[in-house]
């Protein structure tokens, strides 16, 4: 018995070595045709580059580089909605690839689903503590004329400002605070429906005179 022990257990080891040693095969292969795809990426050759990460993917289908550099491209060839697509599916396979929902962000918004879209940039900006994504959802909103989720931004914002002890951007935000609770005081959209060219005036002239 403890011979066939012996035996099964370096049988199992065997496999095991196996399955690790192809794991890697597989990851090394995706890794170049990712790396074949950005060099066609570069040389124009975009149908090729998605047939690369495509490839990519059907071996390695956890390849963050491969969703991201296969997603990035469809939308940067104008096909919002197959950007969507990708992203989603890069989230469904890699749910912690966070830079997925800040693509799958910027596709919703070229499709016009900014509510989508404004959405995930708010998670990713969570998930990531980034400064740059808030700024530019605060943007969103605001080309939304959505005052009040503007202002809650940028309260955001004023507060990271606080922790880190940024001085420059605490100032900005509170100026910017102090313009969006005017804005937002005398806003009644049910009664007098905004437009967007008099707000953003109207916002530039308060944010001035707080500075």
Do not use: N
């Amino acid at each position: 018995m403890t011979r066939r022990r012996a035996a099964l257990a370096a049988v199992a080891t065997g496999t095991a070595v196996w399955l690790v040693g192809d794991g890697a095969r597989a990851s090394s292969s995706a890794e170049e045709l990712v790396r074949q795809a950005r060099a066609h990426e570069a040389a124009h050759d975009e149908d090729v580059a998605v047939r690369r990460y495509m490839e990519a993917l059907a071996i390695e289908p956890t390849s963050a580089e491969a969703w991201m550099g296969l997603g990035a491209l469809r939308l940067r060839l104008g096909d919002a909605a197959e950007a969507e697509r990708v992203f989603s599916s890069a989230l469904e396979r890699v749910p912690a690839l966070d830079a997925a929902l800040e693509g799958r962000a910027r596709a919703r918004w070229a499709l016009g689903r900014h509510a989508d879209a404004e959405a995930d940039l708010d998670v990713y900006a969570l998930h990531v503590k980034s400064r740059t994504a808030l700024r530019e959802l605060a943007g969103w909103y605001g080309k939304d004329v959505r005052t009040p989720a503007e202002l809650a931004v940028w309260r955001r914002l004023l507060d990271d400002a606080v922790e880190r002890g940024d001085l420059a951007v605490e100032r900005e935000a509170r100026v910017m605070v102090r313009a969006l609770v005017i804005l937002v005081d005398g806003c009644d959209p049910a009664a007098s429906p905004l437009d967007p060219d008099p707000t953003r005036r109207a916002l530039a002239a308060i944010a001035r005179r707080g500075g």
